[in-house]
């Protein structure tokens, strides 16, 4: 399964367009992670455990996403866009979508 | 009594962010410019039509992103400067180191899958916050910066 966020993939043709797939995730940072993300703030500076925590999200939306597209026989995913919201106090949501092909 | 305690903490934990927060940011900015020279040779374009002229082995999405937070310190000194607006200096680094760490983070991936090129990069911010009821919101943002990576079909 090849992803890109270009039009196409270079040196292949799309000979199919099978439409819109996309996966999400919501997902929120456990107490631990939350009171040494506390402490941090004070010094501020990179929050890794966040980092972390929405680097799995993107990876579990990306594979949701995936599943979805070999669900309907695309060998490929074109124009991915990744999108990060805020929906409630501490959860993220985390989502990302694209076309599923078939490229030859 | 309790008054004086009170500012007390709070005096401390603005020296806490200056002395720590500065120090903390000072040594980031030395960072970035150490790996951006190192990963000069990756190139990177918003451009979203790669070359036609070059064949590419394989091309793949390159992820990086990074979450940062605000100190103390410029919490209280952006809040004051917000009284009589203009430029929140304190908040105009902070969103430039999250973005080249992003963008750094990113590129790191493309050179691990042997990539010379970056297309169609996309930065984006979203905003995390973290409000108790009992709490200040905590300021964090996400950068993340995301692109697809070319591998040469020749390499040099």
Redesign the interface.
Known sequence: MEITNLDSIPGKAITRHLGLVQGSTVRSKHVGKDIFAGLKNIVGGELKAYTELLNESRAEATERMLAQARAVGANAVVNVRFATSNIASGAAEVMAYGTAVVVQ | MELIIQFGVIAF?LL??LV??RA??QR?FRELKQKELILREVLVFSE???PADQ??R????V?G????????F?RIAASLKSLVGGRLTAYES?MDRGRR?AIIRMKQAAREAGASMI??V?I?T???????SN?QA?F?A?F?A???A?VPATRP
């Open positions: 934990l806490l962010g720590f927060g903390a940011e980031h979203k039509h790669p064949e590419f394989s091309a793949n999405l992820v992103s990074v979450v940062i937070a605000e100190d103390y410029k902070l760490e297309f169609n996309r984006e979203a905003r995390l916050s973290e409000s108790d709490r905590l964090a996400e993340i995301y692109g697809t070319l």
